[in-house]
């Protein structure tokens, strides 16, 4: 006879990602990044890409997203991710090929790099992690600081007069023909998460069926840089960023909402 | 196999596809634009990557991309461009990954001109970017040296897993000599350490990053040691009527190729000069060069389109022994046998070679 006990035990309820390393991250208490991962490599799993996927990492708190991956991963200069797997992905058809990048690395010193990935269609998939700031120089005014806010290199609040206005980076890509999918979404609640995560699976999926270039954008704290504890962090997400960066499809190419339709 | 009329930019070209190249990353410029516009043709053809980058900044990290997957890669620019890429380059060098490097080098500094230069000597020989390392430098004076030297590029780079620049100019890209191209090579397989997906092996992993010291210093050590082998084991050079030879004119590239034409103007005034033309720029053929100041040479002009540049490393090997002056032109302009002649009668004198003691 089968116990309620014997069923719980058989029934896997958590599991270790295979696409994840056993290794401790080094991000800071209440940093999105972890659920990021974690996402990504289930999204990873899921799909069985584990073995066929190279990772390209960024400059920033991410640096150190090939120790965390279970994947084969280089670490590319400053901004350049989007032309390193460019190299990759064309140097290897056959492999899935994504960059994570942080706002600073994406959004300032990797503009061109990632318009021209998206202009070109490169078939790869990009996770954006927004959280507009600068997170491991020590919390510097990023291109998506939003106006007003507080930060090192803007200490009186970002004053639009001299520093412009932040970059809304997600829906600038949609505009190119070349991107097939462009979405944001946010890690700040449960039902974000979920959100998020079927979005990185409509993203790699959109990869792994060869129509062109992906992006999802993440919405994520910084309670380090902010100075505000993990839950008020996650509060400053849902109150402050979101209005101004709305959590909406850009852009969903007709090949991609045939893929997701199963025709 | 028979000589053709070939360019030189496109002679290198062919020469990459032929040599294994699997894809490559460029932006046009001038003077190297045939190069790249005669791959556009032929990598596609051959069902090989072709990429038009957005800038130098983008095709060198797209080299990057590619030399990790494990491709034989390369891109090609002048001056203004090869300074874009010195981020990639150092990333490259720290990674111990092979690519190929071709520079047209154009007059500079800024903008400049498009006419015939060797102003990026330092650029390429020195470090090519930040920290220490120092890339292979190979530098033809014909069509076919830079198509037997495109060739040994890629064997290089594979060998030593490292960068390898060929450094030309406006004449040697543009000018059409007979020439013969070796035979198509088959694709080389993907090397062991290749990032190409972990399929049953443990995962791999292509970083610059070293942020310990000791960590950091050991990769240094690490890289060190095989310039040290590369030194002891890869200086090349050519030589003309060296054998009895008091003065020894240096130049490589365009400018060793005028000094030719010099040397065989002197040797008819009966002044006993020779050529030593650096095949390889890094690492500089200094043990040649030793031995022949060891056998007789008392004077020495290099002769450079800079302002003075590859004279440094003359200097290093035989400053103490010899006299060693420079005819440098500069902003394009390509040096005439005439003039060399004129300062080697002028060393001649000063070193108190006439015609007479020399008879």
New interface residues.
């Given amino acids: 006879m089968v116990t309620l006990q014997d069923e719980l035990v058989r029934t896997v309820v958590y599991e270790h990602p295979k696409a994840l390393t056993e290794v401790p991250t080094h991000y800071c208490p209440g940093c999105t990044h972890g659920i990021a991962h974690r996402l990504v490599a289930e999204v990873i799993d899921e799909l069985d890409i584990?073995?066929?996927?190279?990772v390209?990492v960024p400059v920033g708190c991410a640096?150190f997203a090939?120790?965390y991956?279970?994947?084969?991963?280089?670490?590319?200069?400053h901004g350049?991710a989007p032309?390193?797997?460019?190299?990759?992905?064309?140097?290897?058809r056959d492999?899935i090929v994504f960059t994570y990048q942080g706002d600073g690395d994406l959004a300032a010193i990797g503009t061109?790099?990632i318009?021209?990935a998206a202009a070109?269609g490169e078939n790869i998939t990009t996770v954006f992690i927004n959280n507009a700031i600068y997170g491991m120089t020590g919390g510097q005014m990023a291109p998506t600081t939003l106006p007003g806010q507080q930060t090192t290199s803007s200490p009186r609040g970002r004053d639009i007069r001299l520093a412009g206005n932040p970059l809304r980076i997600t829906e600038l890509l949609a505009q190119i023909d070349g991107t097939c999918y462009a979405v944001r979404r946010s890690l700040h609640s449960v039902r974000e998460i979920r959100r998020a995560k079927k979005a990185l699976m409509t993203a790699f999926r959109t990869q792994v069926n060869g129509l062109g270039f992906s992006i999802v954008e993440l919405l994520s704290s910084c309670p380090t840089n902010w100075g505000i504890t993990p839950p008020d962090s996650l509060k400053w997400i849902e109150d402050n960023m979101v209005p101004f960066y709305p959590l909406n499809d850009f852009k969903v190419s007709d090949s991609v909402l045939t893929m997701e339709s199963g025709a | 196999m028979t000589a053709q009329l070939m360019k030189g930019n496109v002679a290198i070209a062919e020469a990459a596809v032929r040599a294994g190249l699997q894809a490559y990353f460029g932006y046009p410029i001038t003077p190297q634009t045939e190069l790249l516009e005669h791959l556009a043709m032929r990598m596609v053809e051959l069902d090989r990557v072709f990429v038009q980058a957005e800038s130098e900044v983008a095709a060198i990290n797209m080299v990057y991309g590619a030399a990790c997957a494990g491709v034989r890669t390369m891109t090609s620019s002048s001056s203004p461009g090869v300074s874009l890429m010195q981020e990639g380059f150092s990333y490259i060098a720290a990674s111990e990954i092979p690519c190929v490097i071709v520079d047209m080098m154009r007059g500079g500094p800024g903008l400049g001109n498009i006419q015939p230069s060797q102003g990026d000597y330092f650029q390429v020989t020195r470090s090519a970017g930040h920290g220490d390392y120092r890339p292979i430098v190979l530098g033809p004076a014909s069509v076919q040296e830079a198509i037997d030297l495109t060739i040994l590029a890629f064997d290089l780079a594979d060998k030593y897993r490292h960068l390898v620049f060929v450094v030309g100019d406006g004449l040697i890209g543009q000018m059409m000599e007979p020439a013969v191209m070796p035979e198509m090579r088959p694709i080389r397989p993907h090397p062991d350490w290749a990032v190409d997906g972990a399929v049953g092996r443990p995962k791999r992993i292509i970083t610059s990053l070293n942020l310990t010291t000791e960590g950091c210093e050991q990769a240094n050590k690490r890289i060190q040691a095989r310039l040290q082998i590369i030194r002891e084991n890869e200086q090349r050079s050519a030589e003309y009527d060296t054998e009895d030879a008091r003065i020894l004119i240096i130049g490589y590239g365009t400018a060793g190729r005028v000094a030719q034409s010099s040397v065989k103007m002197a040797r008819q005034m009966g002044l006993p000069v020779g050529l030593l033309r650096p095949i390889t720029l890094w690492p500089f053929p200094e043990d040649r060069l030793r031995s022949l100041v060891d056998n007789g040479v008392e004077a020495i002009l290099v002769v450079e389109m800079n302002a003075g540049q590859m004279i440094e490393d003359v200097r290093l090997v035989v400053g103490r022994d010899v006299p060693v002056e420079l005819h440098g032109r500069m902003g394009g302009a390509v040096p005439l046998p005439d003039d060399i002649v004129e300062q080697v009668q002028e060393i001649a004198a000063q070193i108190g070679l006439t015609r007479a003691s020399v008879v």
Avoid: Q, W
């Fill in positions: 584990r073995e066929h996927t190279v390209v640096v090939y120790d991956f279970n994947l084969d991963g280089v670490e590319a200069p350049r032309a390193m797997a460019t190299g990759i992905k064309r140097s290897l492999r061109a790099e318009i021209h070109r």
